[in-house]
């Protein structure tokens, strides 16, 4: 099992920055990527970012360079740097990691439970 712990989240007002932290534990071996999502309120869950144990990154496209994904494989952490905040940012920010299961490539997705990341307008 992955457990996944994030940190960061707050209230800022538009403009303003907050850093998120994730932090993985257990089996993080098995872990192939790690990354970002959130979920608005009446909305789905949708990809923020993404970064592989290779170093492919993968970001959203409502990021538009105002998030930067940081990974630190050996330690099992991940980070998402968010400037430029806009009120549509709102949102529960998961912390997610995709954990090899079989020699085929099969994967299951480990989550956190959430952090608020509110932004007025």
């Known amino acids: 099992q992955v457990q996944l712990v994030e940190s960061g989240g707050g209230l800022v007002q538009a403009g303003g920055s907050l850093r998120l932290s994730c932090a993985a534990s257990g089996r993080t071996r098995s872990i192939s990527a790690m990354g970002w999502y959130r979920q608005a309120p009446g909305k789905q869950r949708e990809l923020v970012a993404v970064r592989t144990n290779g170093g492919t990154t993968h970001y959203a496209s409502f990021v538009k360079g105002r998030f930067t994904i940081s990974r630190d494989n050996a330690k099992n952490t991940v980070n998402l740097q968010m400037n430029s905040l806009r009120p549509e940012d709102t949102a529960v920010y998961y912390c997610?990691?995709?954990?090899?299961?079989?020699?085929?490539?099969?994967?299951?997705?480990?989550w956190g439970q959430g952090t608020q990341v509110t932004v007025s307008s």
């Open positions: 997610n990691a995709d954990a090899t299961v079989n020699i085929e490539g099969a994967a299951v997705q480990h």
